[in-house]
């Protein structure tokens, strides 16, 4: 039986459907996932404990493993995994992206970097220290994004107007680098931030597969609600995408040489980009697949065969060496919709679901928020309330379902209570 190793967080969204794409594929799973490894296997799935501020050392589990169980395959769920994944494959002579790429791919400064040099379009942009973000305000102009260099899902960027709003969207950001979750990570590039040029244009995303260098473009995703801050939180995607053949071809086009400049050779890439009279800007090409429950939104079918595969089977596959070509998606559009979380507080329930499962074109609707847990929006935030999907004949009809379910659902999202205890008695 063959065996791919997947590496990710433990309460990754993905890892049930790549679990039962396993089953019907008859692939065995071996999962690399971040957790103490003074305690025994707690979720009794056989993991091999990680740490990914720790590469060394998750690297020598790793391989210490497939001593035992061979490994045929990686696959990487994040962006951090996808670093220790790059780094397994070359050290177990299997096809993957090479360690540089997937560390350019996952700082924005190295990738800016990489993309200017190759001629492909980039705003003005420069890094600032969180120590001194001030040094920030001589060399910006306006309208400006300040990003972190490694957080993903447009968590911690913000735009800025003039200099007071730069200001304040600076010490926003250093103060979400200082928390302690981030700073759990260990991670250099959180001390430093980038600042650039805004960006007009419609923005788009881009699942594809990279097969030995040879980029094959799965879906290209509209996002049909305005992206112009001052955060950045993405909720609709949309395929096949309305901008017409000739944007579509060329925002492949970007997309490709944009994989290549950072390096980036085999395995599921997800990449944003924004398209405007000028051309494309690309945001960035992630070396890994698509995020959070969104693979759910995709379908393919191989040649002429009548049965439809998930992401995450096509993802298997071709860990285990088949070609990314002979996959088409789906001839329906399809969406996904990330709920938003409008407001900071306690998360309490949420009633619609079945009104919303109703609405003609909803394929599926998962609510991930648990009760009693703390909402945070962007930028601050890292997560949604749920997910929608819908399919329909058209990309307008799978949107108009997703705006529809969405609209029938009320959440209940009580203010956050803070309690201070006093120095004294």
């Given at each position: 039986?063959?065996?791919?190793l997947?590496?990710?967080?433990?309460?990754?969204?993905?890892?049930?459907?790549?679990g039962?794409?396993?089953?019907?594929?008859?692939?065995?799973?071996?999962y690399?996932t971040d957790?103490c490894?003074?305690?025994e296997?707690?979720?009794?799935?056989?993991?091999?404990?990680?740490?990914?501020?720790?590469e060394?050392a998750s690297?020598?589990?790793i391989v210490?493993?497939?001593r035992?169980?061979?490994?045929?395959?990686v696959?990487?769920?994040?962006?951090?995994p996808?670093?220790?994944a790059?780094?397994?494959?070359?050290?177990?002579?299997?096809?993957?992206?090479p360690?540089?790429?997937?560390?350019?791919?996952?700082?924005?400064?190295?990738?800016?970097?990489?993309?200017?040099?190759?001629?492909?379009?980039?705003?003005?942009?420069?890094?600032?220290?969180m120590?001194?973000?001030?040094?920030?305000l001589?060399?910006?102009?306006?309208?400006?994004?300040?990003?972190?260099l490694?957080l993903s899902?447009?968590?911690?960027?913000?735009?800025?107007d003039?200099?007071?709003e730069?200001?304040?969207?600076?010490?926003r950001?250093?103060?979400l680098?200082?928390?302690?979750?981030?700073?759990?990570?260990?991670?250099?590039?959180h001390?430093?931030?980038?600042v650039?040029g805004?960006?007009?244009?419609?923005?788009?995303a881009?699942e594809g597969?990279?097969?030995?260098?040879?980029?094959h473009?799965l879906?290209v995703?509209?996002?049909?609600?305005?992206?112009?801050?001052p955060?950045?939180?993405e909720?609709?995607?949309?395929?096949?995408s309305?901008?017409?053949?000739a944007?579509?071809?060329?925002?492949?086009?970007?997309?490709?040489r944009?994989?290549?400049?950072?390096?980036?050779?085999?395995?599921?890439?997800?990449?944003?980009c924004?398209?405007?009279?000028r051309g494309?800007?690309?945001?960035e090409?992630?070396?890994?697949p698509?995020?959070g429950?969104?693979?759910?939104?995709?379908?393919?079918?191989?040649?002429?065969?009548?049965?439809?595969?998930s992401?995450e089977?096509?993802?298997?596959?071709?860990?285990?060496?088949?070609p990314?070509?002979?996959?088409?998606?789906?001839?329906?559009?399809?969406?996904?919709?990330?709920?938003?979380?409008?407001?900071?507080g306690?998360?309490?329930?949420?009633?619609g679901?079945?009104?919303?499962?109703?609405v003609p074109g909803?394929?599926?609707l998962?609510?991930?928020?648990?009760?009693?847990q703390?909402?945070l929006?962007?930028?601050e935030?890292?997560?949604y309330?749920g997910?929608i999907?819908?399919?329909?004949?058209?990309?307008?009809?799978a949107?108009?379902a997703l705006?529809?379910?969405?609209?029938?659902?009320?959440?209940t999202?009580?203010?956050?209570v803070r309690?201070?205890?006093?120095r004294?008695?």
């Open positions: 039986m063959s065996r791919v997947i590496l990710s967080a433990t309460t990754g969204y993905q890892l049930r459907a790549f039962e794409a396993a089953e019907q594929l008859g692939v065995d799973l071996v690399g957790r490894h003074m305690i296997d707690p979720w009794r799935d056989g993991a091999v404990p990680i740490r990914f501020e720790d060394e690297l020598a589990a210490g493993r497939a035992a169980q061979p490994i045929d395959g696959l990487a769920l994040g962006d951090r996808a670093m220790i790059a780094r397994v494959a070359e050290r177990l002579g299997l096809p993957g992206h360690p540089h790429a997937a560390a350019a791919a996952h700082n924005k400064l190295m990738a800016r970097d990489r993309f200017r040099a190759a001629g492909l379009l980039t705003p003005w942009f420069f890094s600032v220290p120590v001194e973000p001030s040094l920030a001589a060399d910006a102009r306006y309208p400006c994004v300040v990003k972190p490694a899902a447009s968590r911690g960027v913000i735009r800025a003039n200099e007071q730069l200001v304040a969207a600076l010490f950001l250093r103060a680098l200082q928390s302690p979750d981030v700073r759990r990570e260990k991670h250099a590039a001390e430093r931030a980038i650039e805004f960006i007009e244009g419609a923005e788009f881009v597969l990279l097969d030995r260098g040879t980029l473009a879906a995703f509209d996002k049909p609600d305005p992206l112009d801050g955060f950045f939180e909720t609709i995607y949309v395929t096949p309305r901008a017409g053949a944007i579509e071809s060329a925002i492949v086009e970007a997309v490709r944009a994989a290549a400049a950072l390096g980036l050779w085999h395995g599921p890439i997800h990449a944003e924004r398209a405007n009279g494309v800007y690309i945001l090409v992630a070396a890994r698509i995020g429950l969104c693979a759910r939104a995709l379908r393919f079918r191989r040649d002429a065969a009548p049965s439809l595969l992401l089977e096509i993802l298997l596959r071709h860990a285990l060496g088949e990314g070509r002979q996959w088409s998606r789906e001839q329906d559009a399809a969406g996904v919709m990330m709920i938003p979380i409008p407001r900071r306690v998360f309490r329930g949420v009633e679901i079945d009104s919303a499962r109703r909803i394929d599926d998962r609510i991930t928020a648990k009760p009693d703390l909402l929006p962007l930028p935030g890292a997560s309330l997910f999907f819908s399919r329909g004949p058209t990309a307008a009809s949107e108009r705006r529809e379910a969405h609209a029938a659902l009320t959440f999202i009580d203010p956050e309690v201070l205890q006093s004294h008695g």
